[in-house]
């Protein structure tokens, strides 16, 4: 509950900065916006649970570093986002929505694989997704609530990014175990990763 709660303590989602890839920081502007002072709003950041440290910049943003960002995923709600009126064809990486629509095939295929290998549903991590590619996942997913207060989300080139995320995650960190490997925690969590893509990204069940 680490970001829904973070939110709830700043008054506002914060927005992540950086790769993700060895810390995971959100910085916020609550404390100008809100004319709140910067230390008080850190001492409720430091209280949500997950917050491994909060620091108030020079500039009066807070900089919140989370210490597993796999919680994302565990109240994880996602906007509706319009789908942008890409072609269908081609079929090929030069095409936006294509690249998205497979990303979403993907994603969903990941279910579909888990239960015939008998990866488990229960048991969820979120120290578990703590991978280079899985982080960066997390990372654009965690851009979704200040995306969605915008008065220009950039939905299209957003999507493209998150999906071009994920098929380096897909490619790259495997959800599913291979050959004789056993199920593990981080297949569980990674399961739960595709399942959040999948809420994000449209298309269809397979190309």
């Not at 709140?36 to 949500?48: K, Q, T, Y």
Request: aromatic share 6%; hydrophobic share 45%; charged share 30%.
């Amino acid at each position: 509950m680490t970001f829904r709660e973070l939110a709830e303590a700043l008054g506002e989602p914060p927005a992540p900065e950086g790769t993700w890839e060895r810390r995971a920081l959100l910085v916020s502007a609550a404390a100008l916006r809100r004319r709140v002072p910067a230390e008080e709003l850190a001492g409720r950041a430091r209280a949500v649970p997950g917050v491994a440290a909060v620091a108030v910049r020079g500039n009066g943003l807070l900089e919140v570093e989370v210490r597993a960002p796999g919680e994302l995923l565990e109240s994880f709600e996602p906007p509706e986002i319009p789908e942008p009126g890409w072609p269908d064809l081609p079929r090929t990486w030069d095409n936006p929505g294509f690249v998205v629509r497979y990303g979403h095939v993907r994603a969903r295929a990941v279910a579909r694989w888990a239960r015939e290998l008998g990866v488990p549903d229960e048991g969820f991590d979120p120290a578990a997704l703590d991978g280079p590619w899985d982080r960066a996942v997390l990372r654009a997913l965690a851009e979704l609530p200040g995306r969605a207060g915008s008065r220009d989300p950039g939905w299209a080139a957003y999507l493209v990014r998150l999906a071009l995320a994920y098929h380096d995650a897909h490619e790259r960190a495997p959800a599913v175990p291979r050959g004789d490997e056993p199920a593990r925690a981080v297949h569980t969590a990674r399961v739960r990763l595709a399942a959040a893509v999948a809420r994000v990204l449209m298309g269809p069940e397979r190309l």
